[in-house]
């Protein structure tokens, strides 16, 4: 048929890898510890120590946890132990960080399990524009993953990709 529409994207050996497919699935919270700082610098161990016993840590039960301090206070690693003690059990995990450093935390293990075995020799696009937060961090490891495995990497939608890496022959 003349003028006939054909698909060349469906119809290539164009693997595709939506990293939002991958997104862990539950509640993602922060919690900021200059929140039990005096006058926002310092750290007094004895109120500290009571003000996370009479927290209610369960609010965090399965949460991903980022814990962060937004002030310039010096925190003494002690503190963060014992913050991460609290959450112990109640959060699915803690990390110290922004969210963005959660998400990324949370992605690399995936990406490392992740069987590359379909994209041995194959062009790759790695998506983009996801709706879900899909971190900076998570693109540069599957990069890191396809690195000398697939035949080409690129990132984006197959009408308007990025090269990002060709294998020399």
Known sequence: MEGEIINRVANSKLQVIDLEDYYPVGPRSEIDISQWLMESIVLVESRFRESLKNTDF????????????????????????????????????????????LETALYIPIIDQLDINPYIGMPVIVKGCSNKPVPIGAYMKITERLHNVAKSVMYGEACSAVPVYKKKK
Do not use: R
């Open 58 to 101: 369960t609010v965090f039960k399965g949460h991903y946890v980022a814990v962060n301090c937004s002030t310039d206070a010096i925190i003494p690693q002690w503190a963060w132990m014992l913050l991460q003690m609290e959450l112990t059990g109640i959060a699915e995990k803690v990390v110290l960080g922004s969210l963005e450093h």
